[in-house]
């Protein structure tokens, strides 16, 4: 059984130190550290951070070692019981590695915790120590040591180990109960006072929302939920936002702004989208974490694992995320629709989905989604935003063609046919599903994985009482849900703001601003003779049709020009009204 040791001592190198005691070795054992981590489809390298890695025997002696590959190591000759040690470079602030300064640690058991050959299936244990003060928050299984404070922690195999992130520091906690689960909320990073104390006005309002969205997803699937505890952990920055998905916690980011301060505050963008997060990733614990793709099972962390199928696990997440929100009466059925309306908007404005499919987003997610440059736009389509209109639009289709089905019922099938029993999906279960419960053949819907079509849903959001309208865009902060007067003309660009000019961030295919020669990495600097300033855009609008003008820009050291022709914006902004109430209680 190996049994690690990581130490947060080293905080001021960002460095956590890690001794493992192996016992029950195979011979010349190969051990590794895996190369992505579930969830974030991208080959990241962890072992590249990895510093010092030494072998000793039982008593102390040097063993030798031979580095395989990038990832791998292998005893020189045969140990049954060994000790291994190493440091680990921890200064990624983001939800998927591992962070460590004076103020907080993160990792993820993928970053820090290397698996041994032969021995995944065997018990695994971990000894957490750090700076004296600081807490402790994981979902892993505790075996010594009070609640938020360091310990043994065990495992049943290394999967398991490497999906319960741990998170070190002064952090302010709370808990509540759904169903009999307990849960937990931590909240780390540095906090505003208002946020800072256990059980605060924050906390509580977070518990009673979380509370009801939690409810909602158990009772859709049914119960017992698929874990004992749970645990939402979250990194409170100055500007952050993004969230992992693991068995019984998920790993979160947020800006400050987005907390609310008091238990009666309005819900506003920032906490809306909080709670989206949330609910997003609480939703993975069935879909995703145990309703997976065959290829996914088991996980080969080693390398890219390809699958047609991220549009059902993010896609389908995607539209639920939002969607829980509102049933479990968090928001409005107004609010819902403005989320759903930047959703179109967001698949609207690329004009990649005329270029990739479905299924191709997914498929190619290592290279192209989770790498994505300036020209992105152009193309490639979200498996996440599209996939969430192709789930709404199976969804509403179930709805409208029977008497009381819908997509919930094609949810709590894979959950029984597949979550509950291992069996991974493959490319064709969903479709089967579907066809199941909607009793007809469902080739036609299942045609929008594997085209470029925009997905037919104006109609049916009419025959649920919803009307979908679709404008230019109003203003470069116009992010759709609103009826917003649209702008008269469009550059295609976007940009910021800096003190030598307007830096270009992208440009869209065939717009004016390509037209007019620009490219990603410009810096615009006159607009006819006259310097630009952040507004451009609004100045823009005064200019009468048919006007020309003339731009020059530096790209890199070159001084040029071009000619900026007037042009409408393009239709790709969404809002809707409700019409017809009484229809709209078929969906919400």
């Not at 990649?352 to 992105?376: C, H, P």
């Not at 935003?385 to 029977?402: N, Q």
Request: hydrophobic share 40%.
């Amino acid at each position: 059984m190996p049994h690690y040791q990581i130490n947060a001592h080293h905080y001021l190198a960002h460095l956590f130190d890690v001794t493992i005691d192996v016992s029950s070795a195979k011979p010349q054992q190969i051990f590794y550290l895996p190369a992505w981590i579930p969830g974030s489809y991208m080959i990241r390298d962890f072992a590249r951070h990895l510093i010092d890695i030494k072998a000793h025997d039982a008593n102390g002696a040097p063993l030798a070692l031979v580095q395989l590959d990038k990832q791998r190591w292998q005893l020189v000759n045969n140990c049954t019981e060994f000790s291994l040690s190493y440091q680990v470079y921890a200064a990624d602030l983001s939800v998927r590695s591992a962070f460590l300064n004076n103020e907080r640690g993160f990792f993820n058991g993928s970053s820090v915790f290397v698996g041994f050959e032969g021995l995944e299936d065997s018990p695994h244990k971990v000894t957490v120590a750090g700076p004296e003060h600081w807490l402790l928050a994981t979902g892993l299984k505790r075996v010594t040591g009070a609640k938020w404070h360091y310990g043994d922690f065990m495992a049943k195999s290394y999967d398991e180990l490497i999906d319960h992130p741990f998170e070190l520091g002064q952090f302010a906690h709370h808990s509540f109960d759904v169903d009999g689960v307990p849960h937990d909320i931590v909240l780390a990073g540095r906090l505003p006072d208002a946020l800072a104390q256990d059980s605060s006005p924050c906390l509580q309002r977070l518990a009673s929302d979380l509370t009801k969205i939690c409810r909602s997803q158990i009772a859709l699937f049914g119960t017992p939920a698929p874990f004992t505890d749970y645990l939402f952990m979250t990194a409170v920055l100055d500007n952050g936002f993004g969230g992992l998905e693991h068995r019984n916690s998920t790993a979160l980011m947020c800006s400050r702004s987005d907390l609310p301060l008091t238990f009666q505050q309005p819900i506003n963008d920032g906490y809306l989208g909080y709670l989206s997060l949330c609910s997003h990733e609480y939703f993975h614990s069935w879909n995703v974490k145990r309703i997976k793709p065959q290829p996914f099972i088991p996980y080969q962390l080693s390398q890219e694992t390809y699958t047609r199928q991220l549009w059902a696990y993010e896609g389908i997440t995607s539209y639920y995320d939002d969607l829980m929100t509102y049933r479990s009466g968090v928001i409005s059925p107004s609010q819902y629709l403005a989320q759903l309306a930047q959703t179109l908007t967001r698949v609207y404005r690329s004009q990649g989905r005329s270029k990739q499919s479905l299924g191709d987003s997914s498929f190619n997610a290592w290279t192209k989604f989770y790498q994505q440059d300036e020209n992105a736009q152009n193309a490639i389509v979200s498996y996440y935003t599209k996939g969430a209109l192709f789930a709404l639009f199976v969804d509403l289709t179930i709805r409208l063609e029977s008497a009381n089905a819908s997509l919930d019922d094609v949810m709590r099938l894979l959950w029984q046919q597949h979550g509950l029993t291992g069996i991974g999906t493959d490319d064709s279960s969903h479709q089967a599903l579907v066809t199941q419960v909607l009793g007809r053949d469902a080739t036609d819907m299942f045609s929008y994985i594997d085209n470029t079509l925009d997905i037919p849903l104006a109609e049916l959001f009419k025959q649920v009482g919803v009307t979908m309208h679709v404008r230019a865009k109003a203003n470069p902060q116009d992010n759709g849900g609103q009826a917003l007067t649209p702008a008269r003309w469009d550059v295609g660009a976007q940009f910021s703001a800096e003190s030598h000019g307007l830096v270009i961030k992208n440009v869209r295919q065939d717009s004016p601003a390509m037209l007019a020669g620009l490219s990603a990495g410009d810096v615009l600097i006159a607009a006819n003779g006259l310097k630009v300033t952040a507004k451009f855009m609004e100045n823009l609008q005064d200019y009468p049709k048919a006007s020309q003008i003339e731009l020059h820009y530096f790209r890199r050291d070159q001084l040029l020009s071009g000619i900026l022709p007037l042009m409408a914006p393009p239709l790709n902004t969404v809002h809707f009204t409700i019409t017809d109430e009484a229809k709209l209680k078929r969906w919400l």
